[in-house]
């Protein structure tokens, strides 16, 4: 006996995400060369992450049969606000001003999404994700990038 409701968010999503996985794995199998797991070719990488894809919105359509999902809340504008910048604010900074800075500055604007955020308590997150990050890709990974960048030599 089929369920008598379904959450057709779910089946929406479900199906994006099918077409974009089968979309771009067709697109990497056709056009670049595969290779093997222990010589992957450039088209390797694409090709499981488009399987990855389609398996996750194979799960998530199938997930919507299960009966009728809760409605969809109100936008998060403030999230949106604060988030959606932060990596564009660290693409364009990063070469002028350096890794550690653009970090700092990209971690500061997306702390404020959280609405009980206080300036002091932004401050020191922001500052524990710069030395956290500068910590592990430029000392632990040993990334080859300049740390303050040519607008603060």
Known sequence: ????????????????????????????????????????????????????????????????????????GPIAWRGLAFILPAPILFGLTVRPLGFVPAVFIAALLASFAAPRMRPLGALGLALGVTIFATLVFSYALGLPFRRFGPWLD
């Open 1 to 72: 006996m089929p369920p008598k409701s379904f959450d057709l968010t779910n089946v929406l999503a479900g199906l994006l995400f099918i077409a974009f996985g089968l979309a771009f794995g067709l697109s990497s199998a056709f056009q670049l060369e595969i290779g093997t797991a222990f010589r992957m070719g450039p088209g390797y990488a694409p090709l499981v992450l488009s399987v990855v894809l389609v398996a996750l919105g194979a799960i998530i359509f199938l997930s919507a049969f299960k009966g009728a999902g809760e409605a969809i």
